[in-house]
């Protein structure tokens, strides 16, 4: 069965620190991996990574996947408090399209 | 530009009763879908369509139907509420590429079972 563990669960910081949030995985038949970041409301699409080892980079976040490893990292750096929302990992593969499998999140909260 | 458009935004139901949610979009997607989350588990597929007249089971299907007559609408019923379907609802639609495609979420419903 597809997986998709993410850590930590929960983050708490500073403004201005440097955070990395972890993704792994079990997948058949990989086809991508996607990053979303939900505030009060629908998640809205961050990146998509289907490559081994290269970054994806938006402003201050950044992220990478290690299909060896089965792994991705989202870095976000010089965080603000505009950034305090939950960050999903989610995992398209399968042997039908369509059944992605979304990690449980990581809550990031980002203190003045 | 409307993009994917989920009505109603909060419903509560008493238990037994029967409900569509509606969702549409206007881009054109082939694939869209209905998730559920709740505290702690993320969000879980309910169905999914890869295109009108093709729908499929996702991860969590019992107690709700669905139909896709139509590329733009993807509606979601539940047959018979229960206090367990109290949940977030979210429709989302996507292109649909070899390699993926990113989704695009409807606003959500609240759902309160009673």
């Known amino acids: 069965e597809d997986k998709v563990v993410q850590s930590p669960l929960s983050l708490v910081v500073h403004e201005g620190d440097t955070v990395t949030l972890n993704c792994s995985y079990e997948v058949t038949n990989f086809r991508s991996l996607l990053w979303y970041k939900q505030e009060k409301k629908a998640p809205t699409f961050l990146f998509m990574l289907?490559?081994?080892?290269i970054e994806k980079k938006s402003g201050r976040l950044s992220s990478i996947l290690d299909k060896k490893e089965l792994f991705s990292i989202l870095n976000i750096t010089a965080t603000q408090t505009g950034d305090s929302a939950v960050y999903l990992c989610v995992q398209a593969g399968g042997t039908s399209y369509g059944k992605l499998t979304f990690g449980q999140g990581t809550i990031l909260t980002v203190h003045p | 530009n409307a993009g994917v458009t989920q009505t109603p935004k909060f419903q509560v139901l008493k238990t037994g009763q029967s409900m569509t949610l509606q969702c549409a979009q206007d881009?054109?997607?082939?694939?869209m879908s209905w998730y559920r989350q709740d505290p702690g588990m993320g969000l879980r597929l309910i169905h999914y369509s890869v295109g009108a007249g093709i729908t499929d089971q996702g991860e969590v299907p019992n107690g709700y139907n669905v139909s896709r007559s139509t590329t733009e609408d993807f509606p979601l019923r539940l047959l018979s509420a229960a206090p367990s379907q109290t949940s977030v609802y979210f429709c989302a639609s996507s292109y649909m590429r070899q390699g993926g495609s990113p989704l695009h979420f409807g606003n959500g419903t609240r759902l309160t079972v009673t």
């Open positions: 881009m054109n997607h082939e694939y």
């Open positions: 289907t490559s081994s080892g």
